[in-house]
T-cell receptor, first 116, second 113 residues
């Protein structure tokens, strides 16, 4: 089956530093990848949609300069949390859709971010 | 805009029994997809079952089946012979060919031994 990996699985950083999270589709090409944020016992909140080779589309209320997304290849998208603050602490999940199957999403295992 | 509603924040079931999780949605589209995802304590999202709106036949995957009522915009999940490993948060989701999913708020399922 389709596998999506995320790295790191968890990260602790100091306030003011930047953190990069990688999302890779391991056995398929993903024209579209999605980034979500999830608070405990809540649903997934879509942050942005990234398409390979083009700028990401951000959801309303998500700061583009704060959450930088790059989708440089058909198997890799990255989310960089810039100048992280404690309120950015959360669980971040990526998903990827295979080319020609836009309605299907395969999810990564998530990254737990704690900003001190 | 599409919305997905899960009216049961929490459900519990006795091991080996059957439980049904509810989901309703609102859309003006005629062609779309519906999904149930499971999120166990590990927080990995796992696809349980999917249904294409154009198919009248309800999808089934082993112990998991759906009751898809297109006119009523209802998409419930039935888990038969519940197992301890079924304990998780379950999310109902809607999608179209555009790719962006809309998720419900989730239902936490507890399985009692």
């Amino acid at each position: 089956g389709a596998v999506v990996s995320q790295h790191p699985s968890w990260v602790i950083c100091k306030s003011g530093t930047s953190v990069k999270i990688e999302c890779r589709s391991l056995d398929f090409q993903a024209t579209t990848m999605f980034w979500y944020r999830q608070f405990p016992k809540q649903s997934l909140m879509l942050m942005a949609t990234s398409n390979e080779g083009s700028k990401a589309t951000y959801e309303q209320g998500v700061e583009k300069d704060k959450f930088l997304i790059n989708h440089a290849s058909l198997t890799l998208s990255t989310l960089t949390v810039t100048s992280a603050h404690p309120e950015d602490s959360s669980f971040y999940i990526c998903s990827a859709s295979p080319a020609g199957s836009q309605e299907t999403q395969y999810f990564g295992p998530g990254t737990r971010l704690l900003v001190l | 805009a599409q919305t997905v509603t899960q009216s049961q924040p929490e459900m519990s079931v006795q091991e080996a029994e059957t439980v049904t999780l509810s989901c309703t949605y609102d859309t003006s589209e005629s062609d779309y997809y519906l999904f149930w995802y499971k999120q166990p304590p590990s927080r990995q999202m796992i696809l349980v079952i999917r249904q294409e709106a154009y198919k009248q036949q309800n999808a089934t995957e082993n112990r998991f089946s759906v009751n898809f009522q297109k006119a009523a915009k209802s998409f419930s999940l039935k888990i038969s012979d519940s197992q301890l490993g079924d304990a998780a948060m379950y999310f109902c989701a809607y999608n179209t060919n555009a790719g962006k999913s809309t998720f419900g708020d989730g239902t936490t399922l507890t399985v009692k031994p």
